[in-house]
């Protein structure tokens, strides 16, 4: 084999470790986009774990308010079978608000050591999730540039690579996030 042989071949040896090299980058981001939205799975099925004895603590102390202990336990089961983005914890949300509501409107309830401590743990929860979710985005921005940026644009479809989508607010939070809160005292 001549020189333009060896030529040949190293430059074929230098771009097949290039193009692994690419593959083996977008392999481990897209991992860790799969690892976030186990992470934000996680989380809500914690959540969905905590409605059961928030609403058995108010049964306790507001058993009458029987609608929207239902509405919460028809929207856990909504939300626990469905998408983890779907309309079906927009439900959960507004059903768990109208559930911790109640708090206010009973005294002892509001006293409860047990429903003091459930509502932390859901507030401890809601606090976690925020976070998955700050993480699967920046885990995604991350793929998405790795994946458009030269050379692997050039190799990631061919590979398989999609664009990976960010985790945005659902219909129940738009409009909600840019208001500024009422304060009264």
Same mark, same amino acid.
């Given at each position: 084999?001549?020189?333009i042989?060896?030529? $040949?071949?190293?430059? /074929?040896?230098?771009? +097949? $470790? #290039?193009?692994?090299?690419?593959?083996?980058?977008?392999?481990? =981001?897209? !991992?860790?986009? @799969?690892?976030?939205?186990?992470?934000?799975?996680?989380?809500?099925? !914690? @959540? &969905?774990?905590?409605?059961? %004895?928030?609403?058995?603590?108010?049964?306790?102390?507001?058993? &009458?308010?029987?609608?929207?202990?239902? #509405?919460?336990?028809?929207?856990?089961?909504?939300?626990?079978?469905?998408?983890?983005?779907?309309g079906?914890?927009?439900?959960?949300?507004?059903?768990?608000? %109208?559930?911790?509501?109640l708090?206010? /409107?009973?005294?002892?309830?509001? #006293?409860?050591?047990?429903?003091?401590? =459930? !509502?932390?743990e859901? #507030?401890?929860?809601?606090?976690?999730l925020?976070?998955? @979710?700050? /993480?699967?985005?920046?885990?995604?921005?991350q793929? %998405?540039?790795a @994946?458009?940026a030269?050379? +692997?644009?050039?190799? +990631?479809?061919? $590979?398989?690579?999609q664009?990976a989508?960010? %985790?945005?607010?659902?219909?129940?939070?738009?409009?909600?996030v840019?208001?500024?809160?009422?304060?009264?005292f």
């Amino acid at each position: 084999m001549g020189i333009i042989g060896w030529v $040949f071949l190293g430059v /074929a040896l230098i771009v +097949a $470790f #290039a193009v692994i090299g690419i593959y083996n980058r977008l392999v481990g =981001l897209r !991992q860790n986009v @799969r690892q976030g939205k186990a992470d934000i799975d996680a989380q809500l099925r !914690q @959540r &969905h774990d905590l409605i059961p %004895n928030l609403v058995e603590t108010v049964k306790g102390y507001a058993g &009458h308010e029987s609608s929207t202990l239902e #509405a919460v336990i028809v929207a856990r089961n909504a939300a626990q079978n469905g998408e983890p983005d779907s309309g079906s914890e927009k439900g959960l949300r507004v059903a768990l608000d %109208n559930l911790l509501a109640l708090g206010e /409107a009973y005294p002892d309830l509001k #006293a409860s050591t047990n429903f003091q401590e =459930l !509502q932390r743990e859901l #507030a401890d929860v809601e606090d976690k999730l925020s976070a998955a @979710r700050r /993480a699967l985005n920046a885990a995604v921005a991350q793929f %998405n540039t790795a @994946r458009e940026a030269f050379p +692997a644009v050039m190799f +990631a479809g061919a $590979f398989g690579f999609q664009q990976a989508d960010f %985790n945005t607010l659902d219909d129940s939070e738009r409009g909600t996030v840019d208001q500024v809160p009422q304060v009264g005292f």
